[in-house]
């Protein structure tokens, strides 16, 4: 396995939103990807956007105007 | 990219299937909306696929065959049109939310419910679901094999126990049909439900369900029915009774062209190739220090599905691991199942599961284990 680093994991309430999220991040051009959600999150399933740590304030910024509605903005080792 | 997750749905599909829904899409109207050719050609198409699965499933006829969205849909149907307030039912922990979460529904509306636990292998006992029958009890509610651990359990068996003991068999045949021969009246079935999309190859948004000639299930739903248009009540005669609006024959034509491949393949030749394709990698996997296995493999008759996990790992960072760096196509997590989760005591590790079809090959099976070894290592 390779070796986790830390990054920044937003999740959201449903897949709907996740997609949202993904749809935004690419128009706008902010790095990162989804990710099944890690279990030190939750155990539960589902999607999680993982980006670098040191995008939180772009990515806070783009969700904001966006209209993205986050579950929680977790940073976490993945 | 080598897809093992046809458990969650199949991805490769037959021409032939492709072909149906393509020339649907260009031909057919409303099923059941008047006369006209567009019309007449819809409700031919469903209605054949109707027999088709009316035969492949061996009902009485082809009304007996309802269409739905999916498994999801007719469980609900079938659960929340049967259970009234004092029923009870019995079901196992091997079951999908689709069956768990309808009947938690049941249950708060005042039914009463019986959830059978499974052995370290994630086999149920028959002795035990004997006993759990009760005067009030109304029906086993069962899947046919776990999504999970692909583990079957006997129709068979508890088709006998429930018609000895006056019940309602209802299966959910949503990760065997298309894999094993199902049926209905060999194995006491009165409810079969199942999903298009996974091994009957067929499109997604498509379903169906088997209702035995005498069972009576209050429909979900009721609306449009293109008949007795001056009724206040929906129809009751079957299989417009459980079908209210319009059908989807685009798909529904893709999922008679589906069955008819199967048909014409065997189902004996695909388990056989998915069964083969399973052992291989399972024979790969076992002799990896750290790999655990989930489920029975001292028997063939399964479903073509390997769970592991790797040590310690998180199932999401090594099935996003194999999607990233090898291209392997898994699912990890909970998989719909968190009672076979909780009992086989992965709730928090979740599983990383391979599912094969037969358009898998021997030489993807061997990088796959090759991948899980090196993930290990």
Known sequence: MRKKELKLVVTFHTTADAMAMEKLCREQQVPGRLIPVPRAISAGCGLAWCAPTEERDHLTEVMSSGGIDLEALHECMV | MIYMDNAATTLHKPEAVRQAVFQAMGTLGNAGRGASAPALDASRVIYGTREKLARFFHAENANRIVFTANSTESLNIALKGLFVPGDHVITTVLEH?????????????????????????????????????????????????????????????????AGRNGLLFIVDASQTAGVYPVDVQENGIDVLCFTGHKSLLGPQGTGGMYVKQGVKIRPLLSGGSGIDTYNPRHPSEMPTALEAGTLNGHGIAGL???????????????????????????????????????????????????????????????????????????????????????ALGTVSQGAVRFSFSHYNTEEEVEYAVKAVKELAD
């Open chain 2, 256 to 342: 008679g062209a589906a069955v008819s491949y199967l048909e014409q393949t065997g189902l004996d030749v695909i388990r056989n190739r998915e069964l083969a394709l399973m052992r291989q990698f399972y024979e790969g996997v076992s002799r990896i220090p750290g790999v655990k296995i989930y489920g029975d493999f001292e028997t063939d008759r399964r479903c073509p599905i390997v769970s592991l996990n790797i040590g310690d790992y998180d199932s999401s960072e090594v099935s996003d691991e194999l999607n990233m760096t090898y291209g392997i196509v898994t699912r990890p997590g909970a998989h719909c199942a968190p009672l076979m989760h909780r």
């Open chain 2, 97 to 161: 939310n689709s069956v768990l979460r309808p009947l938690y529904e049941c249950r708060e509306n005042g039914a009463e419910l019986t959830i059978l636990g499974c052995d370290h292998r994630g086999n149920i006992s028959y002795e035990e679901l004997e006993s759990a029958v009760r005067k009030n009890t109304k029906a086993v509610v069962c899947t046919h094999a776990s999504n999970l651990t692909g583990n079957m359990i006997d129709l068979k068996r508890t088709g006998e126990i």
